[in-house]
């Protein structure tokens, strides 16, 4: 019932989805998520490829994929009211220690040259998923942890991504008041076979070097390019096994300082592709994308799409067919826009990313 990896099963590589070729980690997660399926443990039955499917482009060239799931708008859980960005974990809650047995899928165990991943990872079925094998992954989920993002899921994430052989894997995190609706530590992941535009959004330096002009003063840290992405935010970029730690450290600090200032963040995970300080393309990049938002605390499920983790990196699940037949990439950027904090605010938060 596991899957054990290592270092060795942590693959950089470029998106291609031309000839797709599942590897055992994808092949283990769609078999486990049929077996669910067939199992009846999902509020509705979710065949792969099953969603209609609609491309469509911001005015900047930015590309979105719209995916028209009636289902999962009207039979997920319904959100508790989160007053904060920060609330102790409520065990009289609705948690993943409260699942029935077969919703878990397998238990995920990293080999012993993989440290801080926590010491138990469960691998669930989403019983409303956006679509096939849309999974959900608990990282201790017996120590009671809330849904604010830590090293070890940070990691998990990383992992998962390059675990896959599919270009349009993503790991995902919503906070609270960004569209999470359980306060216990999880992350989604979910396949997109298609290449989303902020897989490739450019990005920027924080700031300038006032020695060369152009060389970044932090260089995991960057800025989405405000002319080429969905929604302003920040990315760092992997390269490889060895700046995770460092990568994870920085995301650690930039999630300490959206609780402290009581700011909703969303988080994805993907393979993807950005121009380098040298103006070089890198294509074998696994990047994590990362936006602080306005809160979506009081707000009710939109017949269109609700601006979660999923949504700000392009994938819009739409929830009826006159949205969907009507979505256009203008209409599905206004409708992300209504999350962005204000210039000032968000510039606030770039100088102060500026001196990590």
């Not at 669930?124 to 993002?149: A, E, G, M, T």
């Not at 899921?153 to 599919?166: E, I, K, P």
């Not at 902020?198 to 840290?221: A, F, R, W, Y």
Request: charged share 25%.
């Amino acid at each position: 019932m596991d899957f054990s990896y290592s270092k060795t099963d942590l693959i950089y590589q470029p998106q291609c989805f031309d000839d797709e070729v599942q590897n055992n980690f994808d092949k283990k997660l769609e078999d486990s998520f049929q077996k669910s399926m067939d199992a009846g443990m999902l509020r509705y039955i979710q065949p792969k490829g099953a969603n209609e499917i609609k491309v469509i482009k911001a005015s900047n060239g930015c590309t979105m994929v719209a995916e028209f799931n009636n289902n999962r708008g009207f039979n997920k859980r319904a959100r508790d009211p989160f007053p904060s960005v920060s609330i102790p974990f409520n065990e009289d809650k609705f948690n993943f220690n409260k699942i029935k047995k077969e919703e878990i899928l397998f238990e995920l165990k990293p080999e012993d040259n993989l440290q801080g991943r926590g010491e138990i990872i469960q691998a669930l079925v989403n019983i409303s998923p956006i679509n096939f094998c849309h999974n959900l992954y608990v990282i201790d989920p017996k120590k009671n942890l809330p849904q604010r993002l830590t090293k070890e899921a940070c990691r998990v994430a990383f992992d998962l991504v390059r675990l896959s052989n599919s270009p349009g894997f993503r790991t995902m995190f919503n906070s609270l008041q960004a569209w999470a609706s359980v306060n216990h530590l999880h992350i989604h992941s979910m396949n997109v076979p298609y290449q989303l535009g902020m897989d490739v959004c450019p990005s920027l330096p924080l700031q300038k070097s006032e020695k060369t002009g152009h060389d970044s003063i932090n260089g995991k840290i960057r800025q989405m390019d405000p002319s080429r992405t969905l929604f302003d935010g920040f990315v760092l970029n992997s390269k490889s096994e060895d700046d995770i730690d460092e990568i994870v450290i920085l995301m650690e600090k930039m999630v300490k300082y959206f609780h402290d200032n009581e700011i909703p963040y969303n988080v994805v995970w993907s393979r993807g592709s950005d121009v380098n300080a040298k103006g070089e393309l890198e294509n074998s990049l696994v990047r994590v994308l990362i936006w602080p938002r306005f809160s979506g605390e009081g707000l009710l499920p939109h017949p269109a799409f609700d601006n979660a983790c999923a949504e700000l990196d392009g994938h819009l699940p739409i929830k009826t067919r006159e949205e969907f037949d009507k979505l256009t990439g203008e209409s599905a950027l206004a409708r992300l826009h209504t999350s962005k904090l204000s210039k000032e605010k968000f510039d606030s938060i770039l100088n102060d990313f500026a001196k990590f």
